[in-house]
């Protein structure tokens, strides 16, 4: 939890990924857009990603998240879409 709740400058990755699972309603879609951001977003379960789905996995893929969200939010029009890219 410390990294969850760091003041420190610069923000570390963690304590983004918290915050938006504080900030974001519980029918958000949340897409993490492939690489680093997936994996960083999805510690302990303390991130939406427990909640939804996630974009592409792979480094290379980066970026495809953008369709994923689009798709996403047109599946579920009723629905927040939030990208992480």
Avoid: Q
């Amino acid at each position: 939890m410390p990294l969850f709740k760091s003041n420190n400058t610069p923000i570390h990755p963690y304590r983004v990924a918290y915050e938006l699972n504080e900030f974001l309603a519980d029918n958000t879609i949340y897409i993490g857009d492939g690489g680093d951001v997936v994996t960083i977003s999805c510690p302990g379960g303390a991130s939406p990603a427990a909640r939804s789905v996630d974009g592409p996995r792979s480094a290379r893929s980066a970026r495809g998240g953008t369709g994923f969200a689009i798709a996403a939010g047109l599946a579920h029009p009723r629905k927040e879409c939030c990208l992480l890219r």
